[in-house]
């Protein structure tokens, strides 16, 4: 059976290797494991051409790192660890998916693990002197049903705020839609939304997107009308935020547990994935 984290790693490598194919007929690096290994999620490149991503594994402990591909030229690539996530209390480890850079070349991810309560962290990479760079942990997620194992790639809108999911907590421990807002005394997170496990969904894993107008659009791996997941959107209306459901999955051929954040054209199409989380492999689609 393929766990959905696995699915996850695999479709991010994938996407990950692809780079090689733009740029030569090579493989850009390969990731040993004393320093860096597993890569997750797809990297984000800046103006430059280097590549930023994360590992699940390698490091301290094999706690997982950020990385730099630093760009030399057409295939030429050569690896800098950013940071190692060591687990010394309070810091995360086992980030899941990659990473999300502003403008001034900041970047922001989750961990699944770790944190002041052990379900996981938002962090912070910043730039500084020198080539050194600033890490801070932005928010710890709370254990149990308050909310934690953030695991879809953080989205930042224009005003610099950050959305995310969790997979459990909310109503029924089954899972929140979060922001976090910046302030002058740190960061201040907010459910926007939370899962019930009935027909609105239940356990999103994967991350968000946006349209122009700021609705959001995601998926859950349970709930619906079939308890297969669903895709829904959310959008805003004063301080509160509407979730429409937009399709419930039945597992027929239309495929369960949808996995990975969406993708979205200019017409205003939505595509995804669906996993597979009963084993069966006839039941994996794109929709």
Same mark, same amino acid.
């Given at each position: ?46 103006? +430059? ?11 301290? &402990? ?52 770790? &944190? ?42 224009? +005003? ?128």
């Amino acid at each position: 059976m393929l766990k959905h984290s696995t699915l996850r790693q695999f479709f991010g490598l994938a996407l990950f290797c692809s780079c090689a194919v733009l740029h030569a007929a090579g493989v850009l690096h390969a990731f040993k494991t004393s320093a860096a290994s597993n890569p997750v999620g797809a990297p984000v490149m800046d103006a +430059a051409g280097n590549l930023y991503g994360v590992t699940d594994g390698g490091g301290i &402990g094999g706690n997982g790192t950020i990385f730099e591909l630093v760009y030399h030229g057409p295939g030429e690539y050569t690896l800098t660890t950013l940071y190692e996530f060591n687990a010394y209390p309070g810091d995360g480890y086992g980030p899941g998916v990659g990473l999300v850079r502003d403008s001034v070349g900041n970047l922001y991810g989750t961990t699944q693990w770790g &944190g002041a309560y052990g379900a996981g962290i938002a962090f912070e990479l910043s730039p500084a002197a020198g080539g050194a760079w600033n890490y801070q942990i932005l928010y710890s997620f709370s254990s149990a049903c308050g909310g934690g194992l953030p695991e879809g790639r953080l989205y930042m809108d224009g +005003a610099g705020n950050l959305y995310g999911t969790t997979e459990i907590g909310g109503a029924n421990c089954s899972g929140t839609v979060f922001k976090l807002t910046p302030g002058q005394g740190g960061w201040i997170e907010k459910d926007i939304h939370t899962f019930t496990g009935s027909t609105d969904g239940a356990n999103p894993v994967g991350g968000l997107i946006a349209d122009g107008a700021g609705n959001l659009y995601g998926t859950t791996d349970g709930g619906g009308t079939g308890l297969y997941g669903v895709v829904y959107e959310l959008s805003p209306s004063g301080s509160f935020w509407a979730e429409t459901v937009l399709y419930s999955f039945q597992k027929e051929n239309d495929g369960n547990a949808p996995t990975g954040e969406l993708v979205r054209d200019a017409a205003g199409n939505l595509y995804g994935l669906t996993g597979n989380a009963d084993g069966s492999y006839d039941k994996s689609t794109a929709f």
